[in-house]
């Protein structure tokens, strides 16, 4: 098992700045690849970013490119999520995730996929304001 808590949300003005956080627990030698997801009310969740467990292989959903920076500390056994220049559509619940046992990384279309992810972070919420 692998228990995830997120943190790091809030509210701000559009053009800030906010750094989610996402410890992991138990089990994480399970967890080579990492994840955020963001979910609105309503609609279905969607992927934001993800992470390799060396760092260097990064994915991001387009529309958060050059705003957005995942990144990790594996002595930590942490993942962050730092998002820039934030626009009112970044509004969402976000939720790291971790897949059940030694995902490894792979093409674009399998890292997003949320049913590839077994462990869920409570979530964090972030509200952008025009």
């Known amino acids: 098992q692998v228990q995830l808590v997120d943190s790091g949300g809030g509210w701000v003005q559009a053009g800030g700045s906010l750094r989610l956080s996402c410890a992991a627990s138990?089990?994480?030698?399970?967890?080579?690849?990492m994840a955020w997801f963001r979910q609105v009310s309503g609609k279905e969740r969607e992927f934001v970013a993800a992470?390799?467990?060396?760092?260097?292989?990064?994915y991001y959903r387009n529309s958060v490119k050059g705003r957005f920076t995942i990144s990790r500390d594996n002595a930590k056994n942490t993942v962050y999520l730092q998002m820039n220049s934030l626009i009112p559509e970044d509004t969402a619940v976000y939720y790291c995730?971790?897949?059940?046992?030694?995902?490894?990384?792979?093409?674009?279309?399998?890292?997003?996929?949320?049913?590839?992810?077994?462990?869920w972070g409570q979530g964090t919420q972030v509200a952008v304001s025009s």
């Open positions: 995730a971790a897949p059940r046992s030694g995902m490894t990384w792979g093409t674009f279309a399998f890292v997003a996929a949320p049913g590839n992810y077994d462990y």
């Open positions: 138990g089990r994480t030698f399970n967890t080579p690849t």
């Open positions: 992470i390799a467990w060396n760092g260097a292989n990064t």
